[in-house]
């Protein structure tokens, strides 16, 4: 099982991975994440947009892309990992939208959950470790997504953020 702890960012309520939340970026707005949301190239690229009803939605695919290849490889973690997304996805982007768009966006945040869940599992087989890893800066996918947003947060200094 992935342990993760709750943490408060951009007013939303997000379950992150346990390592992660010491870790999380909190000063770095929405707009400013790297892209993290898809496969990386091909067909599936296009189902997993970087917003959702205008609210960018890459830290939460950033923290998937870190589970996926944490989890045991079983079903109940792929379901877990996939689920915990889509709560998160639910919590940030009602806590950005008005009140009457809510119905559009949770078409849009379940639609997003049966993509993963669906085209997911061929890329879900792929990312799962071979050996297992007891300290996840051990697994190379995790460290190279954490380097990724590590170069994105430096690039950004703090007084740049409000621009």
């Not at 939340?21 to 707005?29: F, I, T, Y």
Request: aromatic fraction near 12%; charged fraction near 20%.
């Amino acid at each position: 099982m992935i342990e993760t702890r709750t943490i408060h960012y951009e007013g939303a309520r997000l379950e992150v991975l346990e390592f992660l939340a010491d870790v999380w970026p909190h000063e770095l707005p929405l707009n400013k994440w790297p892209s993290f949301c898809g496969p990386g190239s091909g067909w599936a690229e296009k189902l997993f947009p970087e917003k959702i009803c205008g609210v960018p939605v890459s830290c939460l695919c950033f923290d998937h892309d870190c589970t996926w290849p944490m989890c045991d490889g079983s079903l109940e973690d792929f379901v877990e990992a996939n689920m915990r997304m889509y709560r998160n996805a639910r919590q940030l982007v009602f806590a950005k939208i008005k009140w009457w768009r809510r119905p559009q966006a949770e078409v849009v945040c379940l639609f997003w959950l049966v993509m993963v869940m669906t085209t997911g599992v061929k890329l879900y087989e792929s990312q799962i470790a071979t050996e297992a890893y007891s300290y996840p800066l051990d697994n190379p996918a995790v460290k190279k997504k954490l380097h990724r947003l590590a170069m994105t947060t430096l690039n950004y200094p703090q007084g740049d953020y409000a621009n």
